[in-house]
Structure formats: C-alpha cells, structure tokens
C-alpha cells in the first residue's frame, strides 16, 4: 500500500463514514459525512446523502458540527437538494480549525429561509449522528495528538517520519561522494528506528506499531479501525525491509553499486509503506 493510501486509510478512521438516523418525521434520505484534509488537517466536511426528501421553497437543509461536551456548534452551511434527490456538499474551515479535534457529533437541520436565528439549528433535525467519547478519544490518539498534549496524531507522525526516510533517500543518491551517501543511508535507518539523527526519537516501526489504538476505538468504528491495521502493517512491514536494504549498502565500497542499491532496495520498500 501506498503512502497514499495510508492517508486515505487514516480519512476512512477520521471520518467514521455514519450513516444518518432518520427523524420521527416524515423524512428520508441516508449518507454520510467525512471529514478530511484540505489546506489543513481535517479542516474538511463532506456530506453525501441520497434518497432525500425535498423540501418547501420556504426551507433548507443545513450541516452542523456539534461538540456533545461542550455544546459548541460550527454551521456547515445551506445545502441543496439536487434532482435526483441527493446531496453533495463540502465545507472547509476557513480558520483551519481541526474538526477531528474539535467535534463529535454532525447534525443537518431544517431551517427556514429567510432564518431569523443563524447560529444555532432549529429543532427540526431530521438526520444526525455522533460518535461515542470513547471511540473519539483513541481517534483523536490516531489524528490529532499522540501522546497527550503533543501537537500530532500517530499517523501524521508516521507520515512526516516516512517523509524524511525519503528524503534522506534523495540526499543520498544526489551525493557526490560515498560517505555522504553512506551518511544519509545511516540516517534511513535512523529513522525506522527512531534512535538519532534525524528521527523523532519514536521512528517509522513504532508509530507503525501505534496502529493498534484503531482497534482501542470499539467496535463502532471497527471496519475503519481494519483499514487503519493493515495500512500500519503495510507501512511497518516496508520500513523493515527499507531499513535492510540500507544496512546492506553501508558495507559497500562503491558508490555507483550503493547509489544503484538505494533506488531498488530501499526507495522502493519506503515508496510501498
């Protein structure tokens, strides 16, 4: 799997694609909300809804992101209803907020236009859906902030040490001399390890590893948590075959055989985690 799709793996968790409850009124409709990264980290929302019911001319859908602890409300703004019954609408932050960070509960209302009370929905709330603090809590480990009070989630921290593996792989085979390229081999290795320069002290293996807070989050998100396990596997798995690769280069004295090593045995593996 790629790097890619590692990040797409971790949307999948951010977004724990939900699908809406339907209101004791008459209407209809299902999809699901998904929040994932614009200009920021999850600063976007994107809802996708079928079946919907349509409304009078005088009404309009509209999203909102709700914090169940706090009460904070976020307007995703008005949506339309297409003629097939369906929306599509997306909403970025304007401040770069994290949502992930932020909300836990999405809510679309039914307002009246013109809407004498913006801020706040009104009480006809026909789809909505949360997620349990406790899955919540292990989510956020995984996106937001890992260990507590650190600025990261586990797989952004796994993504950025990938980013500098690669990196350190593009030092090296630009270098001019073998112990240059030698030097940032070491600093490949460095980082799967997580021990000196230039890693993050933790390194690619272990926030790999980290993966197992997806399965913490409970059952109610457990096919993202999947997706979220095999993409850390996937990422572990090629990171120890990179770090190999790389050991095997540093014994070498040659720097067109290790410059012709580090594009197959370890660009290669780090491109596939």
Request: glycine share 8%; net charge negative; proline share 5%.
């Amino acid at each position: 799997m790629s790097k890619l799709l590692i990040i797409f793996g971790l949307v999948l968790l951010m977004t724990v694609p939900v699908s809406f409850a339907q209101a004791q009124q008459a209407f209809e409709g299902s999809g699901s909300a998904v929040i994932s990264d614009s200009l920021t980290l999850s600063d976007k929302i994107t809802y996708s809804l079928t079946g919907v019911t349509r409304l009078a001319p005088d009404q309009s859908y509209e999203g909102w992101l709700v914090n169940s602890g706090t009460g904070a409300l976020q307007s995703t703004g008005l949506m339309t209803v297409d003629g097939s019954s369906k929306i599509s609408h997306s909403w970025v932050s304007p401040d770069g907020d994290n949502l992930i960070e932020d909300y836990d509960t999405v809510v679309i209302s039914v307002e009246p236009v013109p809407d004498s009370d913006p801020g706040s929905p009104s009480n006809i709330k026909p789809f909505s859906a949360s997620i349990s603090p406790e899955a919540m809590t292990h989510i956020r480990h995984l996106l937001v902030s890992w260990p507590e009070g650190d600025d990261a989630g586990i797989l952004t921290n796994l993504n950025i040490q990938l980013d500098v593996a690669i990196q350190h792989v593009d030092l090296a085979r630009n270098s001019a001399t073998l112990d240059d390229v030698l030097l940032h081999t070491q600093h490949i290795i460095n980082v799967v390890d997580g021990d000196g320069s230039p890693s993050d002290g933790i390194g690619i293996v272990a926030h790999a590893q980290d993966r197992k807070h997806a399965g913490f989050a409970g059952p109610s998100v457990a096919a993202e948590g999947a997706n979220v396990e095999a993409a850390g596997a996937n990422a572990e798995k090629w990171a120890l075959e990179a770090k190999d690769g790389a050991e095997d280069i540093l014994g070498l004295d040659s720097i067109i055989l290790a410059k012709t090593l580090l594009s197959t045995t370890v660009a290669g593996p780090l491109d596939a985690a």
